[in-house]
């Protein structure tokens, strides 16, 4: 889309701008250094002004009870990791009594904060929370803004995920057990490594230096199937100790190995409360990156299907469809399963650029790009937006769209904008032999949306039937033949 | 506003090449920690001498793209610094703008710059930027010439085929490492190999210098299990852009074991940005030596593609005497995203040989080819996919292709396309005589509807053929007569 367009469309008619519910709420298990309360109030203090500062939310306070009375909902969560020492800080936005807009989530994890005096602590934790909500304030702004001028949102042009996770370490594993000290060492051959797995797995729920060891081998050992047996002998204690499923979570952002990813995020299923914010956007995290290998996406991308509209979802499929790496099947994930758990009315700001942009050739491509087109493809009840319906006659001129240019034009059909540029920009395109007739034959349908183009249609038709230069396949159909059938048709109709 | 629709100016032909073309260029940088001057500096360095290059054969007008201003081709010029190797890589790409019968070409050059002066470096990388803009030129001249020329008969001007590609690739440079059990990778104890490769492959995660005997070790180890060792454990690291994409690049370049080969191709499927580009230049590069494809034919048109086909066409693997067929239909099929132009550029003299030892000769299967893809029938039918005229040389070749090993790929398109002519109706007529091949009967029946006086024609030498019982039994004298009648009628 022409930035312009939106830019100009923003000149049109504007109201208040909308209604943000908010709640503000700080959690611990164990370390708690500053009073809950006051740190409540530091986080919300400290994320809201960036929040404010654009002028593009009113914004008031509620319980959870009346968090979505508003037009859209902010939540503040903060929460002490114990053991590591660190504080975390999520704020997350999303539908209230409107559901047109994206859900966002944004994370900040400050340093360490151990040993430090308390006003150091306070200034980091003030500093992370500022963090939090300047990144979050860069997100909404433009569609904010968008719902206030009542346009569409913005096309997502690079949608990198608006999240910084903290520092994530794993103390040097008490080298006084033998098994720890065999795990770690990976000089030692793989079966005695694995045998060392075996020993601490029933150990490693009561015992922190079996733990310890198995966090370090998730994270360190040479071997994938190690891995794998280390994840699953966590699974146990990983269901509620915080700086474990710290750990794993972020083991799994930076796995390569398909089935280590895999065993990870089975463990992550079972976080709950904030740790499952985090996990989600993990999962987020690993289906836009370029990085993750492409059969854990698959996987990663099923269980997102089952958790539906989540925050960052659009961002994140966004930025999966328009990745660069090569691998197979990566965006076909995407495009399958999560773009249809976007809502329709958001898929297209989701969507555009990667139609737009997109150059394919090979089957797995196409499928991805099929399966783009009919999920914002809309029908009656849900009409498909204007911008994707105007770039159906734009991308089909692109010869690098291949074969799908004909499922484009089959679109095009129905949905394209029946206008004489439509029409102008159709019969350019049938001058190429090898999408003529479904061109010419968008021509005639996009006359029977618009009859008053027939005149002009015809005279159109005429002319390229003169100057178009076709060598009929024998082994496809014949572009002149389906001229003239689409010329008689227009004749005959009133 | 039938009228008016007349005036709208629909289906201007794209005038032919006359004065210089506009090139709108764009100018990039990628560096990483490791920068001895400004990466500004070296842009404006490498876009001067670059374009001063490329406008001395006056045939370029060059200048910065700008928004909305449409121009002929694209250039993009491009400097990459790398961390570690401490070098300065120049690529030159140009491409199709307004002009989408362009080629696209891309040349590169790749220069040390460790322990030099400011004024050493910014000489080196005008230097570089200079090669690469010859190297681009070298290619990209010969082809201006066909920009333009929308005919379709005729011979097209050959792709030089002896011509090297323009990407010249810098030597790998790794630094030495520093760790103590590096030097046990290359122990005779099998055991202990191992033993090092894993704790490498651990402490390689978080600290340089395992990392560099790893890469040094997944370059040059003389045991091959070893190498491809070295080469699965830097998996994680190559996900990152730097030094390390390089040295995978490296080994899939060089390494002769196809094991080794293919852990390579996966790692580069995940590279992004710069390492992205060099790895599908490193996959053209070895389409054209006959070596493999990756994942060419999924990635569209791509710099210096046309000239890759053409080598890949010829490449003879070791000890072969000839491509072999599998590397023919491989080759074939990257034609997939070219224009007709392009592809008959490159297809032109392989459909012109004749000589079953040349080089150029496509395998075909003679009388069988109806019933299996021989690369001669893929190749005729990849030209003929988007041709949108008659091209009566092609029927020449064709011609020529049946007479020779009566090629019944070519005779079905004869016979298909059929466009009327004496030459052609006269060829058909000899085909049901000598072989009764039903397709040409159909063929001349066709022509004889169509052209009054070809009808004539054929209804008397069908006549003739039906008289004296002089044609080859795959056609009965019913068959004969049905044609004669159904051109009688088609006359009136």
Known sequence: MNPTWWLLSLAIGAGEPPLVHYVTKAETRSWEPIALAEIEKMIEQAALQPLTAPGSMRLVKTGFGELKSGAYTLVINGRFVEEAELFSVYLTFGPGNNADLPSFYVAETTKALGRQSRAEMESRIRAAATSAGKRLAEVLAPRLESVRLQVGAPPMDDPGLPLVWGPVEVAPPDRGMKAVRTLVDVKNDDNQRSAAVAELTGQAFDQPAARDALLHCVLRDPSPRIRVDCVEALTPVARNHLPTQRVLLSAMRLEVADEVVVALAKVSQSFVGLSRLETLATWLELVAADATPSRAAESIADLLRKEGDVPNLDLAVSACLQQEALAYGKKRSCADTLLKAVPFPRRAAVAYRYLERAELVGTGAEQAYEATLEAVIGDRKNPTDPRIAALLVEVAGKRSLGRMRHKVLYHARDHAPATAATLEKLLQIAQEQRVAEPAVRAVGEVVDRAPELKEMALGGLEQLKKKARWLPQPSRSDPYRELEEVKQRLSRAR | ?492
Not at chain 2, 123 to 135: D, H, L, M, Y
Not at chain 2, 437 to 455: D, I, T, W, Y
Request: charged content about 25%; overall charge neutral; some cysteine.
């Open chain 2, 1 to 492: 506003m039938r009228s008016l629709w007349v005036l709208i100016p629909l289906l201007l032909p794209l005038p032919a090449v006359a004065g210089p073309l506009k090139v709108g260029v764009e100018v990039r940088s990628t560096a990483g920690s490791w920068q001895p001057i400004a990466p500004a500096d070296l842009s404006r360095a490498i876009e001067n001498a670059a374009l001063e290059e490329l406008s001395r054969p006056g045939q370029l007008q060059l200048a910065r793209a700008q928004k909305g201003t449409a121009s002929d081709l694209l250039l993009v010029v491009e400097g990459r610094l790398l961390d570690e190797a401490q070098t300065y890589t120049v690529a030159l790409t140009i491409g199709p703008g307004a002009r989408a019968d362009a080629p696209s070409l891309t040349a590169a050059e790749t220069v040390v710059l460790e322990k030099l002066s400011r004024a050493q470096i910014l000489e080196k990388v005008e230097g570089a930027a200079r090669a690469a803009a010859k190297g681009l030129w070298g290619v990209l001249g010969p082809q201006l010439a066909r920009l333009g020329d929308g005919t379709q008969v005729g011979p097209p001007p050959n792709l030089d085929a002896d011509k090297t590609l323009p990407w010249q690739w810098g030597a790998v440079r790794i630094p030495k490492a520093s760790v103590s059990s590096a030097g046990d990778l290359d122990s005779k104890d099998h055991q202990k190999r191992q033993a090092t490769l894993r704790e490498l492959t651990s402490l390689a995660l978080s600290e340089a210098s395992p990392r560099h005997a790893l890469e040094r070790c997944a370059l040059d180890h003389k045991d091959q299990e070893t190498r491809r060792g070295c080469l699965e454990a830097l998996r994680p690291l190559s996900r990152k852009p730097g030094p390390t994409q390089r040295v995978v690049i490296e080994v899939y370049r060089k390494d002769p074991d196809s094991r080794i080969r293919e852990e390579a191709i996966e790692q580069m499927l995940y590279f992004t940005g710069a390492g992205r580009s060099e790895a599908i230049q490193a996959f053209l590069e070895a389409a054209s030596l006959g070596k493999g494809y990756g994942p060419l034919a999924e990635l569209g048109d791509l710099p210096n593609l046309d000239l890759v086909i053409v080598k890949c066409l010829l490449a003879r693997r070791k000890g072969e005497a000839r491509p072999t067929e599998g590397q023919h239909f491989a080759c074939i099929e990257l034609l997939e995203p070219l224009t007709h132009q392009r592809r008959r550029a490159i297809l032109w003299p392989f459909l012109k040989e004749t000589d079953k030892n040349g080089p150029r000769y496509l395998e075909g299967a003679g009388e069988r080819e109806g019933s299996t893809g021989t690369p001669w029938a893929r190749a005729v039918d990849a030209l003929l996919e988007d041709a949108t005229t008659w091209d009566p040389e092609l029927e020449d070749i064709l011609w020529g292709r049946y007479q020779r090993t009566l090629s019944s790929h070519s005779l079905q398109v004869l016979c298909d396309y059929a466009v009327p002519s004496k030459r052609l109706l006269e060829r058909m007529l000899e085909v049901v005589q000598t072989a009764g091949a039903h397709c040409a009967l159909r063929a001349v029946e066709k022509m004889g509807k169509k052209e009054a006086n070809l009808g004539v024609l054929a209804k008397d030498r069908l006549a003739e053929m039906q008289a004296m019982g002089n044609f080859q039994k795959g056609v009965s004298a019913d068959d004969l007569g049905r044609v004669i009648q159904a051109i009688s009628r088609g006359e009136k």
